[in-house]
């Protein structure tokens, strides 16, 4: 675990730009996914989906901002959105998505504050906040328990 913290601010602007795309990702994915999802079982979770979408855009934004004020340039491109005809296959990706970018928004947290960067580890930590959220409403969604998340 040590090794992840010690990293440059070259490196931590990196991999907020990683974060950055994934940001992007499920913007996309929860703006399709809540107007593609059919029947009437998934009116009301397509409707949670819709405000997930303007939830991530915030994250972005709060996510873009950072990178700017350590003097990187934020990155353009999403990565890459995983599509289905199936209502559940979409919530089982946004479950899944969830949960990588919990993981790696705690390595950051770690990271940020070894380089002194508390400002940002508290951005970080607020968005987490809804990042969990999200990933206990799919949970819910799909009648699973939250996903074992690690350290």
Do not use: C, W
């Not at 709060?62 to 005809?85: C, F, H, R, T």
């Not at 906040?129 to 799919?138: K, V, Y």
């Amino acid at each position: 675990m040590s090794d992840s913290v010690k990293i440059t601010r070259e490196q931590l602007i990196q991999l907020l730009n990683e974060d950055l795309a994934r940001e992007y990702q499920a913007i996309i994915a929860y703006t399709v996914y809540s107007q593609t999802m059919k029947g009437a079982a998934y009116t009301d979770i397509a409707g949670e989906l819709a405000l997930h979408a303007a939830e991530e855009l915030s994250h972005a934004l709060l996510i873009a901002k950072q990178i700017d004020y350590l003097n990187g340039s934020p990155v353009v491109v999403p990565k890459e959105v995983k599509m289905s005809d199936k209502a559940e296959d979409m919530l089982r990706f946004d479950l899944e998505n969830e949960k990588q970018t919990i993981i790696h928004y705690r390595q950051r947290i770690r990271q940020a504050e070894a380089l002194g960067e508390y400002a940002l580890s508290e951005v970080l930590r607020k968005i987490i906040a809804q990042e969990q959220e999200h990933l206990t409403d799919l949970a819910d969604a799909l009648g699973v328990d939250n996903p074992d998340l690690g350290g």
